[in-house]
């Protein structure tokens, strides 16, 4: 398909565990963002790359939470032992250009995790 | 602090009836205001896109107007659909930024009844 794509849609872990969680952005963007959305709330900032830069980290709850993207192209979420807290929906949103200034973000459909 | 809030929280509303979601906004510098759609389980969709200059603009349905000296914005829905139930989430890009930085409203969750 062409739009971004999240993967895995749900997954479920005991709290400790480590979990990746994995976006595709679309084809030729150049920026690419994950978000934290908790239940019934709009979702708020992690972190932005810019190919394969990561320049802004700052909405990174801890330092458990970690992001990658080495190619410029697919990007990876880890978060390292777990806690319940940690449970939301983790969307990935990729745009052409982020410096343009009128340009949506397009969304994945999000991965839903839940920390037992 | 940068802030978007929006109301009502939640509506519901009947199908073919229309009906106008609000949002107010206290991020500065300002460069552009977005109305999201998102359905349950899925991923936000654009619906529009206003900058400083634009009083109105028009999607189908979906009439999004700005003033950007009160930093207030409605998404007006005409003859609603049983689709149009989904969360609409108000979106503001903060100005003089080197990429897309936006803040996100809480959304309204809009249920449309037959």
């Known amino acids: 398909g062409a739009g971004v794509s999240q993967s895995p849609r749900y997954k479920v872990a005991k709290r400790g565990q480590d979990v990746a969680l994995r976006c595709d952005p679309i084809?030729?963007?150049?920026?690419l963002f994950w978000y934290q959305q908790a239940l019934g709330q709009g979702p708020e900032f992690l972190t932005y790359?810019?190919?394969?830069?990561?320049?802004?980290k700052s909405g990174l709850p801890s330092d458990r939470f970690f992001a990658e993207r080495p190619e410029g192209s697919v990007s990876t979420l880890k978060i390292q032992r777990t806690q319940q807290e940690d449970s939301a929906v983790y969307l990935c949103?990729?745009?052409?250009?982020?410096?343009?200034?009128?340009?949506?973000?397009?969304f994945g459909d999000g991965t839903r995790l839940s920390i037992l | 602090k940068n802030q978007v809030e929006q109301s009502p929280q939640s509506l519901i509303i009947l199908e073919g009836k229309n009906c106008t979601l609000q949002?107010?906004?206290?991020?500065?510098?300002?460069?552009?205001l977005r109305w999201y759609k998102q359905d349950t389980g899925r991923g936000p969709v654009s619906l529009t896109i206003?900058?400083?200059?634009?009083n109105t603009k028009s999607n189908g349905r979906y009439t999004a107007t700005l003033d950007a000296d009160t930093k207030q914005s409605s998404l007006h829905i005409t003859a609603s659909q049983l689709s149009d139930s989904a969360s609409y989430i108000c979106?503001?890009?903060?100005?003089?930024?080197?990429?897309?930085?936006?803040?996100f409203g809480p959304g309204t969750s809009l249920s449309v009844i037959p």
């Open positions: 949002c107010n906004y206290t991020v500065s510098p300002f460069s552009n």
């Open positions: 979106v503001v890009r903060v100005g003089k930024t080197s990429y897309d930085k936006v803040i």
């Open positions: 949103a990729s745009s052409l250009s982020g410096t343009v200034i009128n340009q949506p973000q397009h």
């Open positions: 790359f810019q190919n394969e830069a990561q320049l802004d």
């Open positions: 084809s030729g963007h150049v920026s």
């Open positions: 206003m900058t400083f200059s634009e």
